[in-house]
């Protein structure tokens, strides 16, 4: 639409509220100056005719075009319907206090703006703006519970967003086009939290309307509860992997390493996200020779669950959330271990150890450990002991907002990059105050459609420009690989996705990787190669 | 009884209602999962990079270092500074600071005017006593007003905040204006406050003491502000306090057989009224969290 758009748009019965021209999209520092980015992926006409799009013309969610009006009608009086349970203190017990302050105490000053990565990358698309979609959300919450009176005072108070089935279809779009970062909330003054109100908006399409992505939900929660992970790997899967993982360390390492599986009494469960079985094996394979080599009583388990740290009911659903956590402490509590210990995953770090501190109950509340802390206190106890020229190459860090900004685990994986990587340098801003990857909140994972376009061209634009400006010093020398470590299944398969696209490899010799396996390629007593150059060039 | 101290009785009593009444529902809101942001301010060594102590390695069995003196330091900070607003958005600091500034100093100066009026029942205060009431009095109207009046500026200049704020924003800070305005330029003709040190001095001692009317109109728009700021966005500050202590500096741990696992216990036996197929059949959230989710039909 043409002109200034504000939250009451929503409501507009237009085609489409805004789209994102590529060119308008901020410059990438060097040596990106000739970059052009390519258009958005057309939608085809079935799409555009079957699927909601008509907010910025990305499908993420995928909602279906209801034929008829009293369809519609039902669903926006479900929505309306599912505000009062989002307001209810036994529907909402889990997050009713939050939500309610940031609710009623926004002083709309937008500082959240400034901090909000998507809206930079976007060229500052309004509907983009952290306070568009919360003030959304505050305006309907707001027209609902005062009834006439606020419909008659709205255009005076401003609570002027009607509820229709264009603003839920949009709003729930909307509500995926942040990466619940939380940046935003770090930078209020007040302490209201956009990003919460986001996942609030989420949970209530979910829970009520049963709308989610089906790559969090179907092919996300309900897989890893009923086929053991969202891989949809099943535990025989999950035995041939560790099968494959030993021949490989064998191979490659010359070690003879028998990863425990379901071993009952062992001190700790090494819970990973699945998705690094497939992707990224390397990295299995790193935590068997740490462990090993440190001397640690552990095991990985095959139950249910149990070998897939990820809990999409972070991102979107209380009750998916609870249903997945519940089977990983059950897990924990089978095999009688003394600790759980994350791996390389911020959400599942969060979803298990903060978040999780509240539904791991009683019997089932097992102590729960980050794979960094443990491993900064293996160097520091000298259990493992390091080479770090091993690793020449020019390093950086991404911090996984889920366990920096969201749990304060900033220190200990510096402790133990520093010891590994002489070449290590910060990324700016970094810790707590750092840019998401792009793929937060369940992004890295959807791609269907355009949407991960937006992905690459928008949501991951910051995090793509702050690699290139830490590596600036070097980043002209293409023969000097560069390694972007991403301790964060989620982040490593958007960042993976990130230097794909922009050809990262071919024009600066930039790859990422996990943080375990830095360790391990510069290990006393360990093979060197770990980290394969030769290899890496060779599948670019 | 005259008009003003009736008015001003009735919205001090309706002010005091209001923010316990507010405080109140924060407070009983039900426990809910923890949801904390770093920096976290009481993290001792810790809270300048942000980091807690979860970096411990076998945190649960290390105690908790709690730095209130930090907190408070911090909490000093924002409250006095606003130092969020300082940090994040030095355009509107230069503006929303002087009118925080301007409203604490009002407060003490009415605290002076009330100090003044019950020691010395309507009569003569010392001269140090009055020229106190005088100093605060005229900087924090005047520094407030100039706030004001620059932030009413920044909400109708700026576009991007001009979009998101209402009539009733623009109210809110004409509000303001025109209690501090008044009451700057009722003093500045009578050239100090002795009038409102006698009308405090009876409100005190329940006996009234006649004002002038530039006077009693002060007393009534001061007191219907009074009245109408619990209604608004204006008064945050007890929203802000759950704001940080309950949910951004919230990072109580929930040890096995401890007070909040209790909370927690009761509140998995809560009724779970959700519609949609992968939660509807649970009877409590205790239920819920022991379903698979699946087998339902999505959209």
Redesign the interface.
């Known amino acids: 639409m043409n002109g200034p758009i504000s939250p009451r748009d929503l409501a507009r019965p237009i085609e489409q509220l805004t789209e994102i021209d590529p060119k308008n999209l901020p410059p990438l520092p060097h040596p990106y100056e000739d970059w052009e980015d390519p258009a958005f992926k057309e939608l085809t006409d079935e799409n555009r005719e079957r699927l909601e799009h008509s907010l910025d013309g990305i499908v993420g969610l995928k909602i279906a075009r209801p034929d008829d009006e009293a369809t519609r009608a039902e669903y926006v009086e479900k929505f309306l319907t599912g505000l009062d349970k989002l307001l209810d203190r036994e529907s909402n017990w889990t997050f009713l206090q939050p939500l309610s302050l940031s609710l009623e105490n926004c002083v709309k000053c937008n500082t959240c703006a400034d901090a909000c990565p998507v809206y930079e990358s976007s060229g500052r698309n309004e509907v983009y703006r952290p306070i568009f979609r919360s003030e959304s959300l505050r305006r309907l919450v707001n027209r609902r519970r005062g009834g006439k009176l606020a419909s008659m005072m709205s255009r005076f108070t401003g609570n002027d967003v009607d509820a229709s089935w264009e603003t839920i279809a949009r709003l729930a779009d909307l509500s995926y086009r942040c990466t619940l970062c939380r940046r935003c909330a770090q930078s209020c003054a007040m302490g209201v939290d956009n990003g919460l109100m986001t996942r609030e908006i989420r949970k209530l399409f979910s829970q009520e309307l049963g709308w989610s992505p089906d790559e969090l939900h179907k092919d996300g929660t309900v897989k890893q509860l009923v086929t053991g992970s969202s891989t949809g790997m099943n535990p025989k899967g999950f035995q041939d992997i560790v099968e494959f993982a030993q021949e490989d360390i064998e191979e490659r390492l010359g070690l003879s390493i028998e990863i425990p599986v379901d071993k009952a009494g062992a001190d700790i469960l090494v819970l990973h996200n699945a998705g690094e079985f497939l992707a990224w094996p390397e990295n299995l394979q790193a935590f068997a020779v740490i462990f090993e080599a440190a001397g640690l009583s552990w095991t990985l388990s095959s139950e249910i669950a149990g070998y897939d740290s990820v809990n999409y009911g972070l991102f979107y659903d209380d009750v998916q959330f609870a249903r997945v956590g519940m089977k990983h402490a059950e897990t924990a509590k089978k095999l009688g271990v003394r600790k759980v210990v994350m791996g390389e995953c911020g959400h599942a770090h969060k979803a298990a150890m903060a978040i999780g501190d509240r539904i791991w109950l009683d019997e089932l509340n097992i102590p729960r450990e980050s794979s960094f802390t443990l491993l900064a206190q293996l160097l520091r106890d000298g259990r493992i002991e390091l080479e770090p020229e091993r690793n020449p190459f020019p390093v950086t860090l991404h911090d996984p907002c889920n366990i920096t900004r969201s749990m304060g685990i900033v220190e200990p994986q510096r402790e133990v990059i520093r010891a590994a990587c002489p070449q290590f340098r910060e990324m700016t801003p970094h810790g707590v105050e750092n840019y998401c990857c792009g793929g937060g909140s369940g992004f890295a994972i959807m791609n269907s459609l355009n949407f991960l376009d937006w992905r690459m061209l928008v949501s991951g634009r910051k995090k793509f420009g702050q690699i290139l400006e830490s590596f600036a010093p070097e980043i002209d020398d293409k023969d000097l690989p560069k390694y972007v470590c991403a301790p964060c299944s989620n982040c490593k398969g958007q960042i993976r996705d990130l230097l794909a696209h922009y050809k990262a490899w071919d024009r600066s010799k930039l790859h990422y990787g996990g943080l375990v396996e830095l360790v391990v390629n510069a290990m006393k007593g360990v093979k060197p190669g770990f980290i394969d150059w030769d290899e890496i060039d060779m599948m670019m | 009884m005259p008009m003003p101290q009736i008015v001003l009785y009735a919205a001090m009593a309706f002010f005091v209602v209001a923010v316990i009444a507010r405080a109140v529902k924060?407070a009983r809101?039900?426990?809910?999962?923890?949801?904390?942001?770093?920096?976290?301010a009481h993290?001792k060594g810790?809270a300048g990079?942000?980091?807690?102590?979860?970096?411990?390695?076998?945190?649960?069995d290390s105690p908790r270092q709690i730095d209130h003196v930090g907190e408070a330091r911090a909490m000093a900070s924002?409250i006095l500074m606003?130092?969020?607003?300082r940090r994040?958005?030095r355009p509107?600091w230069r503006f929303?600071w002087p009118f925080h500034v301007g409203v604490y100093l009002v407060i003490v100066w009415l605290g002076l005017l009330l100090v003044a009026g019950a020691v010395w029942r309507g009569g003569d205060a010392p001269v140090a006593m009055a020229r106190a009431i005088d100093l605060v009095g005229f900087v924090g109207l005047v520094v407030g007003l100039w706030g004001a009046l620059g932030l009413l500026y920044r909400r109708m200049a700026?576009?991007?905040?001009r979009?998101?704020?209402?009539?009733?924003?623009i109210v809110n800070l004409l509000a303001w204006i025109v209690y501090l305005g008044w009451a700057l330029g009722v003093h500045a003709v009578e050239g100090g406050f002795a009038s409102l040190t006698a009308f405090t001095g009876g409100l005190v001692t329940l006996q009234p003491v006649a004002v002038s009317t530039p006077v009693a109109v002060e007393i009534v728009l001061g007191a219907l502000l009074l009245a109408y700021l619990p209604l608004t966005?204006m008064f945050?500050f007890v929203?802000?306090y759950?704001?940080?202590h309950?949910?951004?500096w919230d990072?109580a741990?929930?040890?096995?057989?401890g007070a909040?696992?209790q909370r927690?216990?009761k509140?998995?036996d809560?009724?779970?009224?959700?519609?949609?197929?992968?939660?509807a059949k649970?009877a409590s959230?205790g239920e819920?969290?022991?379903?698979?989710?699946?087998q339902?039909?999505?959209?």
């Open positions: 924060y809101h039900p426990v809910h999962m923890r949801w904390e942001l770093y920096p976290v993290e810790r990079y942000g980091g807690s102590h979860f970096e411990e390695s076998e945190h649960w924002e606003l130092e969020g607003v994040h958005n509107l929303s700026d576009p991007a905040l979009s998101y704020n209402a009539p009733v924003e966005r945050h929203a802000k759950f704001l940080y309950d949910v951004r990072d741990p929930n040890p096995r057989g909040l696992e927690l216990t509140a998995m809560f009724g779970v009224s959700w519609s949609a197929p992968h939660v649970a959230w819920a969290a022991q379903g698979d989710g699946g339902e039909d999505q959209r």
